[in-house]
């Protein structure tokens, strides 16, 4: 059991669908993340929030689009995606995104694909 | 910025053989180093981390790693492998005073152990 966790756990979607996924942390985490993890490159940072504040947003296309209601969930709204976009997507947490020393702790992420 | 190279894509070992998987960094400050795990089907979740003191560092499972900051390079060890080490594994730095938004991952190595 991670502490965070993410669905759905797979996702097939048109490029006209809207969908959303949802992370959830159970552990008092305040500083909640999105990453892109696409196969043979690096974990891609998509988001920061930290204590419900948008503090990072690394060039993402704004047919991604965050929301971030309370320190425990976080959600990653999808609209006229690309085929590109199909990745894993995962959710990390951590107590703030300002304290270096402590490791993030990642959801079992969402298969994303883009049809 | 910060970058994180993992040499080997795609390792392949039978059980009982030693691991060393290589990760170099560039960066020209101090740095935290981490290295992640992600084993099939599972999140990923941190193997071991280096913040100062000692330069080898010890994890969960049996794995090391060495920081030596000559070579800028964290690679992480084993001396025997098991089949339920088959995981991708990733390496990922950031600046010691940087935030844990900051952390860099590198592309990852998939380690396949035959039994």
């Known amino acids: 059991e991670t502490g965070v966790t993410q669905t759905p756990r797979h996702l097939v979607m048109g490029m006209t669908n809207k969908k959303s996924l949802k992370c959830e942390q159970h552990l008092g985490h305040n500083a909640m993340y999105w990453y892109k993890q696409s196969a043979k490159k690096p974990l891609e940072l998509m988001f920061v929030y930290n204590f419900k504040e948008q503090t990072e947003n690394n060039s993402v296309p704004s047919r991604f689009s965050p929301e971030c209601p309370n320190s425990s969930h976080l959600f990653l709204h999808l609209h006229t995606l690309q085929p590109e976009d199909s990745a894993l997507y995962l959710c990390?947490?951590?107590?703030?995104?300002?304290?270096?020393?402590?490791?993030?702790?990642f959801g079992n992420g969402t298969r994303l694909t883009v049809t | 910025a910060q970058s994180v190279s993992q040499h080997n894509h795609h390792v392949i070992l039978s059980e009982a053989a030693s691991l060393e998987l290589g990760c170099n960094y560039s960066y020209g400050g101090t740095v935290n180093l981490f290295w992640y795990v992600q084993y099939p089907g599972q999140h990923l979740q941190l193997l071991l981390k280096y913040f100062s003191g000692d330069p080898l560092v010890k994890g969960i499972k049996g794995f090391e790693a060495e920081f030596i900051k000559s070579k800028f390079s964290f690679n992480l060890r084993k001396p025997s492998v098991q089949w339920s080490d088959t995981a991708e594994y990733f390496c990922a730095v950031k600046p010691s005073s940087g935030s844990a938004r900051q952390l860099t991952f590198g592309s990852g190595t998939q380690l396949t152990v035959l039994p």
């Open positions: 990390a947490s951590s107590p703030w995104a300002g304290q270096g020393n402590s490791p993030l702790h």
